[in-house]
C-alpha cells in the first residue's frame, strides 16, 4: 500500500480496512484518499476475501474531511480550486462505488464520530454496527459546502426525503439509538462489545455463501431503479444461476439432513 492512512489486514476471510489518522480524528486528506483507494481495489479484486469490515483507529470512526487541509487550499485561486476538489472527490467517489459494488458484504463498524464524509461512507457499506457512544452528523452546511460521498443518493432511500433534508439543511448531531431508528444502522451495542460483535457479524457473513450474498447484494441494490416485471426477471435469472452453484447443493442437504451448512462460496 502506497501509505499507513488505511490499514489492511486479512484473516480468515475477513479484510479489515482501518482508516488510520486518529491523530486528526482519521479526517479525510489527500493520503487517505489514495490509500483508501488502493485498499478497496486490492480487496474487491482478492477472490480470497469473503467479507469486509470498515472501521476507524482510536476515538473516532471519521471526522469528514480534514479542515486544516481545505484551510490550506483558501489562498488558491478559486478556478484551480475548483479543479482540485473535482479530482480529489472524484478519487474518493471510486471507493464509494467499489464498496458498494464488490461482490462481497461490507459492515462498517463505527464509534466516536461518524461525520460528513464519515457518514457518507458509513452509508456506502452494506451493513453498519454502531457504538452506543456514538455520534452522527452530516455537517457539510457547516463549512458552507453540498455533501458528497454519495449522501445525497443514500439518504433519501435510507431515511425518507424529509429526514435527509432535516440531516442535511440542518447538520444537527444525533446519537446512535437515533441512528438505528432512522435505519442508517443495523444494531447498537455498548461501545466495550464493538470489537467483539464485529468480529461476530462478520465472521458469520464470511462463512455464507458469499457467491449469492453477490448476487443478493447486486438485485438489492440495483432494484432502486427498476420496474417490478424487471425486477422480478433479475430475481428469476439470479435464482436460477445460484441453483447451479455448489452452495446451493450444500444447503439443500444440509437443511435435509438436519445440520449446518459449510458453504465454500462456489
Known amino acids: 500500500m502506497s501509505n499507513d492512512a488505511v490499514l489492511l489486514a486479512i484473516d480468515g476471510g475477513i479484510a479489515t480496512l482501518t482508516l488510520n ?22 480487496v474487491a479484486g482478492d477472490a480470497a476475501v469473503r467479507a469486509v469490515v470498515l472501521r476507524g483507529a482510536g476515538a473516532h470512526f471519521m471526522a469528514g474531511g480534514d479542515i486544516k487541509w481545505f ?14 476538489f473535482e479530482r480529489i472527490i472524484g478519487d ?29 461512507l458509513m452509508n ?4 453498519a454496527i454502531a457504538a452506543d ?10 463549512i458552507g459546502t453540498s455533501p458528497d460521498g454519495g449522501a445525497t443518493y443514500a439518504l433519501p432511500r435510507l431515511v425518507g426525503m424529509k429526514q435527509a ?21 443495523n ?22 455463501p458469499t457467491a449469492v450474498y453477490a448476487k443478493t447484494k447486486r438485485l438489492l441494490n440495483e432494484s432502486l431503479n427498476r420496474s ?31 445440520r449446518k451448512p459449510q458453504f465454500s462460496g462456489s
Not at 489518522?21 to 486490492?42: C, G, K, S, V, Y
Not at 456506502?124 to 451493513?127: H, K
Not at 457512544?133 to 457547516?142: G, P, R, V
Not at 436460477?240 to 444447503?251: I, L, P, R, Y
Open 21 to 42: 489518522r486518529p491523530a486528526a480524528l482519521n479526517a479525510l486528506d489527500l493520503a487517505m484518499t489514495a490509500a483508501l483507494q488502493d485498499a478497496t481495489e486490492r
Open 71 to 84: 484551510h490550506g487550499m483558501l489562498d488558491e485561486p478559486a478556478a484551480e480550486r475548483c479543479r482540485r
Open 92 to 120: 474518493v467517489h471510486g471507493s464509494v462505488l467499489r464498496l458498494r459494488g464488490m461482490g462481497k458484504p461490507v459492515l462498517a463498524s463505527v464509534h466516536g464520530a461518524v461525520a460528513g464524509f464519515g457518514l457518507s
Open 124 to 127: 456506502a457499506c452494506d451493513l
Open 133 to 142: 457512544s456514538a455520534y452522527f452528523t452530516l455537517a457539510y452546511c457547516h
Open 165 to 185: 433534508m432535516e440531516i442535511a439543511l440542518l447538520g444537527d448531531r444525533f446519537d446512535a439509538q437515533r441512528a438505528l431508528a432512522l435505519g442508517l444502522v
Open 187 to 208: 444494531r447498537v451495542v455498548p461501545a466495550a462489545e464493538l470489537e467483539d460483535a464485529t468480529r461476530q457479524l462478520a465472521q458469520r457473513l464470511a462463512a455464507g
Open 228 to 258: 417490478l416485471p424487471e425486477q422480478l426477471l433479475a430475481e428469476q435469472e439470479a435464482f436460477a444461476a445460484s441453483a447451479m452453484t455448489d452452495d446451493f447443493a450444500e444447503g439443500v442437504r444440509a437443511f435435509v439432513a438436519k
